[in-house]
């Protein structure tokens, strides 16, 4: 199993900047394909980003393509998603997750080992 825990969350204004991180647990983590999500009050957990094991690929969904994106570095077992120009709209809690099946990764359904997310707010 992989812990997780997500940090680098905060209140930024509208067209700045957050990296958050993802830091892991686990031996075997660097075999992972990892993922980014966000939950805002009231709307179901909604997909980011997600990345391949190596790093060498990535998927973004299209409300943030283009402003977000996600790395990993395996040697220090984290995973990140840098966000710029950042919306009102990006205002949620964040979480990182390992992918359980490869089929899945743009639903919450193809994810365990949760983190307790970071709250990201958005000011205008």
């Known amino acids: 199993q992989v812990q997780l825990v997500e940090s680098g969350g905060g209140l930024v204004q509208a067209g700045g900047s957050l990296r958050l991180s993802c830091a892991a647990s686990g031996r075997t983590f660097s075999t992972h394909n990892m993922g980014w999500f966000r939950q805002a009050p009231g709307k179901e957990r909604e997909f980011v980003a997600a990345i391949s094991w190596s790093g060498s690929r990535t998927y973004y969904a299209d409300s943030v393509k283009g402003r977000f994106t996600i790395s990993r570095d395996n040697a220090k077992n984290t995973v990140y998603l840098q966000m710029n120009s950042l919306k009102t709209e990006d205002t949620a809690v964040y979480y990182c997750?390992?992918?359980?099946?490869?089929?899945?990764?743009?639903?919450?359904?193809?994810?365990?080992?949760w983190g307790q997310g970071t709250q990201v707010t958005v000011s205008s």
């Open positions: 997750a390992v992918v359980r099946s490869i089929v899945e990764v743009t639903a919450p359904r193809g994810y365990d080992s």
